[in-house]
């Protein structure tokens, strides 16, 4: 169990509530909106849609259980994030797109606690901002570069802080330097999700659960109203608007076997650590933080005191498979305690007391995308490569008005309708993602050997956004 549900399930008021399961589907359905997959993407755009049109009759359906994805195992940051830089953007879409993808993105934090501070929802969201350490040259310039990008587009607010100040706040960590924005919200993901569920229930939505889709049709859904998939048993659900919010789940159905590319992302998670440690740190509640290494690392304070670190590194394995024991990779935990550690030495001999994962959407251009084709009633939103809990947000509010034909902002951003190519068929996704993986691994110890920015990441780049 990730340390969030585990959290609720311990010690939150109203847990027997958040945590309460909900029946399957059993019966043949006719609705207006059918949305599969109860993560933040699916939970978001029925929350709005219900909202700003109650006469509609929604329902999501979802294979397990509310946010048993990357919803409720996340880092837990609520960021401007998006997986392909401004620069990207601005190659593929010009500068004015570029920028108005930033702001939207910028204002979607501040939605996202909008609604939790409105409906309410007890999730820990504090707006502590990101913290990004420096440490040695390629980071500097990594640093630098990041600033750069923030001055052309005038859109991201981004900070240095230099070495006097940094090592006068954050004595305990091993860097020598930070870029800071304010642009990112410490949350709680799994009180997050749990909360927006019965938020949209509270707004007629019905959820189902252990409803696992077989297959898109062009009528709607089928599926079954069990957990396991049968020939018999199965309930046709026929809806004016059908929603995909499956993300990395939607590479277990045969026509999104190679749309989609689901790669791990795990997570450790330390035992409560004393108020004296934390000030000896600088991070403080609210704070998320990462570095500028390859092979990406994540991290937050959490609300009770813990470290909350995680990564990437985990393989992909063969023809996109998804099972519980690829969840916690022995290896790959032990190696994000050891790069905890080397962050902060202080933490040297701290108890690990979760250790937890899943797999996170990677298309093959890197590029997120949210669209619906009112010709055939299919929509979409995904690929969100981790950046996922304000994206989904944004996916959300702009699946909802493009579902009723609405025109704004939202609906003319250049994410929305884009289309990503297929990833190859194996083994050439094998041995391509694998070797990516491999390459930021290199990257990194190129640059810990040369103390240089690595040639091996500057040309894998193109390839991840960058």
Known sequence: MSLWFDAIDRSRIGASDLLARRPALSEDLSVDVCITGAGFTGLWTAYYLARSHPELSIVVLEAETVGFGASGRNGGWASALFPLSATALASRYGDEDAVRMRRAMIDTV????????????????????????????PGLEAAKAELDEARRFGVDTVRLIGTDAFRSRFADIAAAGATFTPDCARIQPAALVLGLARAVERLGVRIFEH????????????ATGTASVTASGERP???????????????????????????????????????TFWAGTGIEHGNTFTDFRHLLVYGQRTAD??????????????????????????????H???????????????????????????????HASVGFDRSTGRGWAGGYVGDGVSTTNLAGRTLAQLIVGEHSDLTTLPWVGHRSPRWEPEPLRFLGANAGLLGMRAADSEEAITGRPSLIARALGPLIGH
Not at 110 to 137: A, N, W
Not at 211 to 222: L, Y
Not at 266 to 275: D, G, K, R, S
């Open 110 to 137: 501040d939605e996202i606690r909008r609604v939790v501070e409105s409906e309410p929802i007890e999730c820990d969201l504090v707006k502590g901002g990101t913290l990004s350490f420096i440490r040695g040259r």
């Open 211 to 222: 409803t696992r889709v077989t297959q898109f049709t062009a009528e709607g859904v089928c």
């Open 237 to 275: 659900v026929r809806a004016h608007a059908v929603i995909n919010a499956t993300e990395a789940y939607g590479s277990t159905l045969p026509a999104g076997r190679r749309a989609v590319l689901p790669l791990y992302s795990l997570m450790i998670a330390t035992e409560p650590l004393p108020e």
């Open 305 to 334: 005191n813990r470290f909350a670190f995680g990564g990437r590194g985990a393989r992909y394995h063969w023809a996109s498979a998804i099972r519980a024991d690829y969840d916690t990779a022995t290896g790959v935990a032990q």
């Open 336 to 366: 994000l305690h050891r790069a905890l550690v080397d962050l902060f030495p202080t933490a040297r001999g701290t108890r690990i007391s979760h250790a937890w994962g899943g797999p996170i959407g990677v298309p093959r251009d890197w």
